[in-house]
């Protein structure tokens, strides 16, 4: 019997409007727009605006510009995952609700919480569902509106993330092509580090966390940029390793998009020049689970069938993995 694989058959994303500057940053908080730019690489990110509107707007964009591009029909899919760190509410599934905005009347969803590793584990989630023989479409999410946990008189966090969303499909694939391998990892040590105090089981929201703004994030950045930047490099490695690619095999980094710098030290580590490095960085800032996703969005006309593409992240938790996949279509 063939093995089936898990392939990603279609794309799509959605990034609001408003354009949030280094320049307007620099009226807002004690920041500039050169720090920001040699520190992160990121010179502008989206904002959505609408106070009316959460992380299943930005899902349900995302999802529609995949269906429309791609002709596909919804009610044949089968699952809606849901990655994402801003669920519009704590208990109602965000997923559920973006699946039946979008007309999926026959799948089954849920939302997928791992910090900016979401997407990234998303994949293996749906992978295995395809594996499994019994599921035939499953479209992944990645969806965060950061702007609604972000303290905006905070320059240590409100000049990194930005608003996004971007979606993929994953279809059986009886040809070697799709998910090949994956190295997942977890740590709980990462827990003080980058994290939101408040609102959840541990410490309910009060007017107290509210005067304490402990419903924003907050990260110690220097730890986390220390972890990330090795165990990014690492994983990336590992994945290299166990699959006998060298630097030439890869076509394809698809890296979480959180820093320039812990970016360019996994490229180094898995000896690709920037040309092989998927970066949007500059314009969308971190969006957290939408950041993979919307790099597949941006350079879907450059990939071929065949190429080798590693995925990497690093988020809260400490979560972090990478992922290798053989990209399935020419666009
Ligand atoms: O996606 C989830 C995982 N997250 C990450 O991977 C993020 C990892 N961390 C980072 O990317 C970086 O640590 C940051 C971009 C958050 C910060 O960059 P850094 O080079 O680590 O800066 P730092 O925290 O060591 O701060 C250096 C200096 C400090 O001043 P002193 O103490 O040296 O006087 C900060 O107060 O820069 C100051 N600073 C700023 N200055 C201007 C911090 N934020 C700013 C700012 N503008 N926005």
């Not at 799509?12 to 727009?33: A, S």
């Not at 994402?84 to 999926?104: L, R």
């Not at 040809?175 to 959840?200: M, P, Q, T, V």
């Not at 402990?214 to 950045?221: L, P």
Request: charged share 20%.
């Amino acid at each position: 019997m063939t093995k089936i694989t898990a392939a990603i058959t279609a794309v799509g994303g959605y990034v609001p409007e408003y354009v949030l500057t280094n320049k307007i940053l620099e009226t807002m908080v004690d920041t500039t727009d050169e720090w920001i730019t040699t520190r992160t690489g990121i010179k502008e990110r989206r904002i959505l605006k609408d106070h009316d509107k959460g992380t299943s707007y930005l899902a349900i964009q995302a999802a529609e510009n995949l269906i429309q591009k791609h002709d596909v029909n919804p009610e044949e899919i089968d699952l809606v995952i849901m990655a994402t760190a801003t669920p519009d509410m704590p208990v109602a599934s965000t997923g559920v609700y973006v699946a039946s905005k979008i007309g999926a009347v026959n799948a089954f969803s849920f939302d997928l919480v791992a910090a900016c590793s979401s997407f990234l584990y998303g994949m293996s989630t749906a992978a295995r569902y395809i594996e499994s023989g019994k599921y035939k479409k499953v479209l992944l999410l990645g969806a965060d509106k950061m702007s609604s946990i972000i303290d905006y008189k905070d320059r240590t966090t409100c000049i990194i993330f930005g608003d996004g969303g971007g979606a993929v499909l994953f279809e059986p694939n009886e040809e070697g092509l799709g998910l090949k391998d994956e190295f997942l990892r977890s740590d709980g040590i990462g827990r003080n580090h980058l994290k939101i105090d408040a609102g959840g089981s541990l410490l309910p929201a009060s007017h107290e966390t509210v005067e304490n703004k402990q419903h924003y994030v907050f990260q110690d950045g220097k730890t986390v940029f220390k972890f990330a930047v090795s165990n990014m490099a690492d994983v990336c490695a590992k994945v290299m390793d166990r699959n006998n690619l060298v630097g030439d095999d890869v076509q394809w980094l698809v890296p979480h998009q959180a820093n320039k710098r812990i970016i360019d030290a996994a490229a180094n580590r898995m000896g690709l020049p920037e040309e092989k490095v998927m970066m949007n960085i500059h314009k969308y800032g971190n969006t957290t689970s939408a950041t993979l996703p919307l790099c597949l969005v941006d350079y879907e006309n450059q990939l071929k069938k065949g190429d080798n593409l590693v995925f990497a992240a690093f988020g809260g938790g400490f979560t972090w993995g990478a992922v290798y996949l053989k990209w399935a279509y020419n666009s």
